[in-house]
């Protein structure tokens, strides 16, 4: 039971170029969801998944596509990665959408635009 | 936008002691959640507050809310090395579609 996992772990891009983080969850959860960290900040949700299906935008979307491709993984694209993109990004699931549901995380991913 | 704001930003105790941090919100929630991030990891659930409650506890954590003053509080007691992590805490309300919404974090070391 791995829970969470994210790939890659790390990754440098050049600004302009493409990529796609994976995220998949082994718990049957419904919910995933995909946040970016920035120093001295909370987590900023980019995209949601309520249910397989369904995608949503969250507070900060503008450069980002998601895809849930099934119930266990939903992914993350950049298609045109920019400087300000420089971030750790986190995928995270929860069992259901509602009040009181706990997220659990995946290991990060660490992208560094140049 | 952030809804929580923990305070302190830093704090740096004696192993042995307790450890207090807080977290003000701004509008009013359903509950409240405290994360705790170990470096370079991904964020562990620790404990969950509803707006109903005034306290819960679990193992050395003790979480206080108080909703007339949006605020809420997590001690730790007896801190342990392994205790140093940086601390989160979201809270999710109906008007907020039941997003968690984050704070800055408390970042807390532990000194042996």
């Known amino acids: 039971n791995a829970g969470v996992t994210q790939t890659p772990k790390f990754q440098v891009l050049k600004t302009g170029q493409s990529m796609t983080l994976q995220c998949a969850q082994d718990m049957n959860h419904n919910s995933m969801y995909w946040y970016r960290q920035d120093p001295g900040m909370g987590l900023r949700l980019i995209y949601y998944?309520?249910?397989?299906?369904t995608t949503d935008k969250g507070e900060v979307p503008n450069g980002y596509n998601v895809s849930r491709l099934n119930k266990r993984e939903f992914s993350l694209r950049l298609e045109s990665a920019a400087p300000s993109q420089t971030s750790v990004y986190f995928c995270?699931?929860?069992?259901?959408w509602g009040i009181g549901e706990t997220q659990y995380f995946g290991p990060g991913t660490r992208l560094l635009v140049l | 936008s952030q809804q929580g704001e923990e305070d302190p930003q830093a704090l740096s105790i004696q192993e042995g002691e307790n450890a207090t941090m807080n977290c003000s919100y701004k509008t009013s929630i359903n509950n409240l959640q405290w994360y705790r991030q170990n470096s370079g990891r991904g964020l562990v659930h620790l404990i969950l507050i509803r707006s109903n409650e005034r306290e819960k506890h679990s193992g050395r954590l003790r979480v206080t809310l108080d909703t007339s003053k949006k605020s809420s509080s997590l001690l730790i007691t007896a801190s342990r090395a392994a205790d140093t992590a940086s601390y989160f805490c979201a809270t999710s309300n109906e008007g907020s579609n039941y997003q968690l919404i984050w704070g800055a974090g408390t970042k807390l070391i532990i000194k042996p």
């Open positions: 998944s309520a249910s397989e299906g």
């Open positions: 995270a699931s929860s069992a259901g």
